[in-house]
């Protein structure tokens, strides 16, 4: 049972370089969320995604995109990285709907130079 | 601005000490609270969670956390603990029931033999 995946574990990006984030879940889960996490941040949040076919914005959505491309997938990409996006972005799903536990993947540690 | 709020940033304690977490919240009105677990290179998991009905919930790993209403309150208590929850925790809080969850900025324990 995998739970939520994510890849890639590990990104290294020069300034100006564009990537995607890959999350699948295989829970069957309806509602998808990406978190980044920094030092004495906490998580916030950067999109949402409650049900396929919807997207919302976050806490910090300036400089990411993301796209629900089926129920299983949701994917967050930065079009141009800043030094200021590096981070560990989490993705994880919930069943019940937004306001419910979450389950979370293991992490992407991105560094932006 | 509402928000969560985690008081101690990192706490030090020995085995076998009791240990209890503050976490206060902003919200008004009806909210869903939880307290997730971060172990040292992982991913968030659940603790335990609190919905409605009895303001002490028990979860796992011998954690419990109490709801004050009146005081805006989320605490997490463990009456012994082990080198083992040497971790980061975070509570969260779904403002409004269905709105994504929003997350403390954590606090780091440390647990010495």
């Known amino acids: 049972n995998a739970g939520v995946t994510q890849t890639p574990k590990f990104q290294v990006l020069k300034t100006g370089q564009s990537m995607t984030l890959q999350c699948a879940q295989d829970?069957?889960?309806?509602?998808m969320y990406w978190y980044r996490q920094d030092p004495g941040m906490g998580l916030r949040l950067i999109y949402y995604?409650?049900?396929?076919?919807?997207?919302d914005k976050g806490e910090v959505p300036n400089g990411y995109n993301v796209s629900r491309l089926n129920k299983r997938e949701f994917s967050l990409r930065l079009e141009s990285a800043a030094p200021s996006q590096t981070s560990v972005y989490f993705c994880?799903?919930?069943?019940?709907?937004?306001?419910?536990?979450?389950?979370f993947g293991s992490g992407t540690r991105l560094t932006v130079v | 601005a509402q928000s969560v709020s985690q008081h101690n940033h990192h706490v030090i304690l020995s085995e076998a000490a009791s240990l209890e977490l503050g976490c206060n919240y902003s919200?008004?009105?009806?909210?869903?609270l939880f307290w997730y677990v971060q172990y040292p290179g992982q991913h968030l998991q659940l603790l335990l969670k609190?919905?409605?009905?009895?303001?002490l919930v028990k979860g796992i790993k011998g954690f419990e956390a109490e709801f004050i209403k009146s005081k805006f309150s989320f605490n997490l208590r463990k009456p012994s603990v082990q080198w083992s929850d040497t971790a980061e925790y975070f509570c969260?809080?779904?403002?409004?029931?269905?709105?994504?969850?929003?997350f403390g900025k954590g606090t780091r324990l440390s647990v010495i033999a």
């Open positions: 969260a809080v779904s403002p409004f029931l269905h709105t994504p969850l929003v």
């Open positions: 829970m069957n889960h309806n509602s």
């Open positions: 994880a799903s919930s069943e019940r709907g937004v306001g419910y536990g979450y389950t």
């Open positions: 919200y008004g009105g009806t909210v869903n």
């Open positions: 609190y919905f409605s009905g009895d303001p």
């Open positions: 995604s409650a049900s396929e076919g919807t997207t």
